[in-house]
C-alpha cells in the first residue's frame, strides 16, 4: 500500500466586523493546488455585515463538492458507468441558548441526497456510494476531534486538557 499526505493550512485573520480574511495553501503534496484566498462574514445576529459567505456554507460546499469529485473518480473503478450527477448536501445544527451565556452549537444530522443518471443497478450504485464515501476527505475528518491549542510566548498548550502556565 502507498501512502500519498494531502496537508492544507489555512490562516485566518480578523477583517472589518466579524468578517475574516483566510490566506490558504496545500503543504502537501507540494505544488498540487494553488495558494487560494476567501473570506467569510457572518449576518446581523453576530454583528456581521453578510459581505461573505459564513463559515458553515464552505463546510457543506466542501463536503458536497468532495463526495461528487471521488463519485466521479472511482465510477469507471468500480464498474459503473455515470451520466449526469448531481449532490445535494445538507448540515442542520442547533444553538443551545442559555440566558445570557454564550450558546452552544450541536450538530443535527448531515444528508448527502445523489441523483445519478446511470443504467448501473442499485447494488452497484450502493458499492460506489460507499467508496465514495471511504474516499472523501471531507467526510473522513468528520471522525476525528478537533484539537485547540494556544501559543504562549514560544509555547503550544493544549487547551482541551488541563491548563497550567508554562514554567518561565
Known sequence: MRVVPLIFEADARVGEGMRTEVEGRCLAPAGEF???TMATDEGPFHGGARSAPPPLAYFVTALATCFLTQMRAFASKVGVRLGDIAVHARVEWEAHLDGARPYTAHGRVITLDMEVDSPADLEALSRLVGVASRACYVEALLALPVRHRLRRG???????????????
Open 34 to 36: 494553488l495558494p487560494f
Open 154 to 168: 514560544d509555547d503550544w498548550l493544549d487547551m482541551d486538557g488541563p491548563q497550567e502556565e508554562p514554567k518561565a
